[in-house]
């Protein structure tokens, strides 16, 4: 299982934070020329990021990823959609409180896109890590 790197951990700390802060549920839009974030944590030790657009009256992910964060701190993804592109992924799940890796490839890549994503999330929204 891949980790995000440590300044994308900074970046899901930061939201976590600002999540417990605000009873489970975030939605950054500190520039309105991007999209706004909105960040939950969906069950224990998992947080869902996601853009929402609209589609002929339709939210739509532009993408939603969902991030299981172990008893270390680290976060690793493990599930990625983008409604536009048709595009539903599943790297493995969650059982028992433990996640479960099906598709080693799969999570690696999203770990690659996430730590891509998150830089650009961090400087969109202007959170200071």
């Known amino acids: 299982m891949v980790s995000v790197n440590e300044n994308s951990k900074k970046v899901l700390d930061k939201i976590s934070e600002l999540i417990k802060r605000g009873d489970g549920y975030l939605k ?43 008893g270390k701190g680290n976060y690793s993804p493990f599930y990625y959609r983008n ?21 080693d ?8 896109f996430a730590n891509t994503w998150l830089v650009n999330i961090r400087l969109q929204q202007g959170i200071q890590i």
Not at 87 to 93: H, I, L, N, P, S
């Open 83 to 103: 409604d536009y592109m048709g595009v539903e992924r599943f790297a493995g799940e969650v059982l028992n409180n433990v996640l479960v890796i099906s598709d």
């Open 28 to 70: 950054l839009n500190n520039d309105q020329t991007f999209m706004p974030l909105t960040a939950e944590e969906t069950e224990e030790n998992v947080l869902s990021l996601c853009h929402y657009g609209e589609q002929n009256g339709d939210l739509m992910r532009d993408p939603e990823m969902l991030f299981w964060k172990d």
């Open 105 to 112: 490839r799969e999570q690696s890549d999203q770990t690659e």
